[in-house]
């Protein structure tokens, strides 16, 4: 797919991701219907197929699921140079869009929480501050579980018994809960478990 | 060093491991953040808390909750906050960068390798597996934490209630997150201003 993008597309691109920055409260991937949005079907930057997979990739690949922007950025851009086959410059283009949209999703949200954290941390003895930050403890945990809970669920096979899939994430819960072992070979153990047809 | 609350302040005879500089908060995100396939949060807590120790499990739990309420990703919020807490500026800019830039060549090169095998289905089922075990990475994060709500001003009973609450109303009836976070997050943080002395 190609695409005409002139400076003002980009300008508009980043303000956009500014401004959902400061939205991402509790993780970019709230804001991922609001990027749909923009990114297909308003402007027809980005092909579904661009869009879904640009997720896809960023959870199953390592480090920050927010990755998924990077990739977002970057297809915008190598449809402006006319797609990946296009040589150098496609490749230019979508190392620049992907500056665009990190740098965008970014900045304001480190920066409103660099300075919320520093007034909080030079504040801790307040009674408000310290009700604040003990209160929303078993509110966290219970998140932390249910966030476990929808991502063990959430990826059924049509072809293998949903129940796999549940005891694999027990399994893996009770085995970190209660050793050491190091949890690259629990994924691993979960790919091979795939790959050979169990989940 | 400087501990997030009082109350979760290590006593001074135990003085607790650091980073050594913002190179090393620059590694150590980076190392963490390649071992986070499908999310950082279970390596950061078994990294930062339980390997390295640069977190008490209740800073930990303290810095996780603003981080989650916090607008950007949370687990760019947390290097953010471990990074400024040991070398200020530096340090923050170190520890989200270890966490970026890394991990944002590999994700480049999975997305131009991705186009050949897409139509696999057994990377596809691969993919599965490790999203199933990272889901109970992520619940036995939660799970770990909850010894330290016995020290609650609440009482541990009320603090499971809250648990069991917010695990129904985000996980089985799928209500957003910012209404939970408002009224569930609200009332526990009333509650506890209530409950701890002025």
Not at chain 1, 123 to 142: D, I
Not at chain 1, 176 to 192: M, Y
Not at chain 2, 73 to 82: E, F, G, Q, S, T
Request: hydrophobic fraction near 55%.
């Amino acid at each position: 797919m190609t695409i005409a993008m002139q400076w003002h597309d980009w300008l508009a691109l980043f303000g956009q991701y500014l401004l959902l920055s400061l939205l991402s409260i509790s993780g970019a991937i709230t804001t991922v219907p609001d990027m749909h949005r923009y990114l297909v079907a308003q402007h027809g930057w980005l092909t579904e197929a661009q869009f879904t997979s640009s997720v896809a990739i960023a959870q199953a690949a390592p480090g920050p699921n927010v990755l998924f922007v990077a990739l977002m950025g970057w297809n915008v851009g190598l449809n402006a140079g006319g797609g990946i086959g296009a040589g150098p410059v496609a490749w230019l283009l979508g190392f620049f869009g992907l500056m665009v949209t990190m740098v965008g999703i970014m900045l304001p949200s480190t920066t409103l929480t660099y300075f919320a954290t520093r007034w909080g941390h030079r504040n801790r003895t307040r009674r408000e501050v310290r009700a604040f930050k003990q209160g929303m403890a078993p509110v966290v945990v219970g998140l932390l579980i249910a966030t476990g809970w929808v991502l063990a669920g959430g990826n059924q096979s049509p072809g293998v018994p949903a129940w796999h899939l549940w005891l694999l994430s027990g399994v893996a819960a009770l085995v970190v809960w209660r050793t050491r072992i190091h949890l690259l070979w629990l994924l691993g153990c979960g790919a091979a478990l795939g790959a050979v047809g169990f989940v | 060093m400087h501990p997030s609350a009082p109350a979760a302040a290590p006593p001074p005879d135990h003085p607790h491991p650091q980073p050594a500089s913002p190179r090393d908060l620059f590694v150590s995100f980076t190392w963490l953040a390649l071992q986070g396939f499908g999310g950082v949060l279970a390596i950061v807590q078994r990294e930062m808390v339980e390997k390295k120790k640069w977190l008490t499990p209740d800073q930990f739990l303290e810095d996780w909750a603003v981080a989650q309420v916090m607008p950007g990703p949370n687990v760019i919020n947390l290097a953010l906050m471990i990074g400024d807490r040991y070398f200020g500026l530096r340090g923050a800019i170190a520890a989200v960068a270890g966490m970026l830039t890394v991990p944002l060549f590999v994700i480049l090169a999975l997305a131009v390798l991705y186009a050949h095998y897409a139509a696999n289905p057994q990377v596809a089922a691969a993919l599965r597996g490790m999203g199933a075990v990272s889901g109970g990475l992520i619940a036995a994060t939660g799970i770990k934490l909850i010894p330290q709500l016995r020290k609650h001003p609440l009482g541990f009973a009320t603090c499971l209630g809250f648990v069991a609450l917010v695990f129904a109303a985000i996980a089985l009836l799928k209500i957003p997150l910012g209404w939970v976070l408002l009224a569930v997050g609200g009332v526990a943080c009333v509650w506890t201003w209530k409950k701890i002395s002025p």
